[in-house]
């Protein structure tokens, strides 16, 4: 008989949960290759605005200098992402190259999901959260919709994740270790975010905020902070200019009267217990002609002014394929139609889901306040990586938010989670730091429950993300 010694358990303890926990984290990124690659050849790429950006990648292709330094006043975000398509219809000659094009995104993206469970690793001491973590963000479907569709969206995830990847070395290093080749990385994905999506001037401020932050706390470099200050002031400023030049693009030509109000963006609405039936964004209103001219008050229900609140149309589109995307597409056309089946799961994956986002904003509030206080406060250094996370995601956050009033949010489509995809990746990785800072000292089951909680949802979700058709070219 063999006796172990409580040293030699615990060693083969850490070596089955190694196994087991490379072994996990692989099968993640394989399934969800693989479930991607199956949305692609189901045309799983043609999301919002499709035939704009098949526009928008031919005139790339006709004359790419031209479409690089003109504006155009009926194109409203900046041309990396259509002149690589472009690049990839020069190198196919135009066969396959949609195929291609969602190829390159879903790579881009499993990168992205790499550096991502890097970061969780980095800040999650518990390892089964830091499965949860990974496993939740890989499946969700807004995360899984918009890394593939045809459109900026899909380059966006893989750049910010970069960006903080990058940034969260620098400010581990204190601004000592590899400062220049990791500032050049930092400008090189700013520049890459500036040139995909406007947004990313955001990102750039949020920088500055940490460099002028840091040193001021004592806890960087002072000079390193005012070189890179320099450096990313100058990508910022032609940032701004880009933005100044593109303004009317960026407005768009709306019909009035489908902005939000203070209280849409603020506050719950009582229609707002419909969501929890998972309506596509096109349900029509009871009795509504679906021919007639699109306005404020019909005849699609989701685009009623002031029908909905904005948190309730998040969450309605972050937990279910809301514009039918990934469903079956019998038309060949653009959106596939629901089977009863898989609106019965949206229907469950809403509901249920209502426990996450919960948990996710009260946590993202705790973690916020937290780290904030920690940073600036307290000093401490080993904060700083999450204070960076949640500044650079709450900036992305209150860009697009702070200015819904503003614009022409129902009908744009804006309250769909893809214009805030980053900062919801960041708040996620937050909210699982700090759901690791609650449980530390209690029991292993709980974490156990929480990971049982997220292979659950996530089942749901992938169920009615799998279109089961047959193959047809894009």
Known sequence: MIAY???????LFA??????????????????????????????SWGQDFSSHVRWIQAAHANPWHFATHIDPDRPEPPLFHLVGAAVVEVTNGKGSLEMIAFLSIVANLFGLLMAYRLIRQLVENWILQLAGIIFIAFLPCMMIHSLVLASDAFTLPIFIGLITVLTELVRSRFTRGFWPQLAGLIILLASGLATKFIFESQAVGLLAVFCVFPFKNLIEKHRALQASLLIGAVAAIGFALIFFNLDSIRGRWIPGFSMSPRDVLWLHKRDVHIFRAPSYLEELPGANPNAPLTPQGPYDLLVQHRYSYPALL?????TDILNIYQDDLSDSYFGTRTRKNA????????TGLI???????LTAIGLARTFYLTLVKRKPEELPRFTLALCG???FLN??????STAAYLGGYWLPRLILPALLAFIILSTTELDRLLRGHAERWSWMVLALVVLQSAVQLSFLWPHGPIRPL
């Open 356 to 362: 996450f986002s919960l948990s996710c904003f009260f």
């Open 400 to 405: 697009i938010v702070v200015f819904l009033p």
């Open 394 to 396: 709450l900036g992305w």
């Open 315 to 319: 969450h309605l589109a972050i937990f």
């Open 15 to 44: 070596s089955v949960r190694g196994f087991f926990e490379r072994w996990a984290a692989l099968g993640v990124f394989l399934i969800y290759f693989v479930c991607q690659v199956n949305a692609a050849l189901h045309h799983g």
């Open 5 to 11: 010694s409580p040293t030699s358990r615990r060693q």
């Open 344 to 351: 019965s799961r949206m229907r469950i994956a809403v509901k």
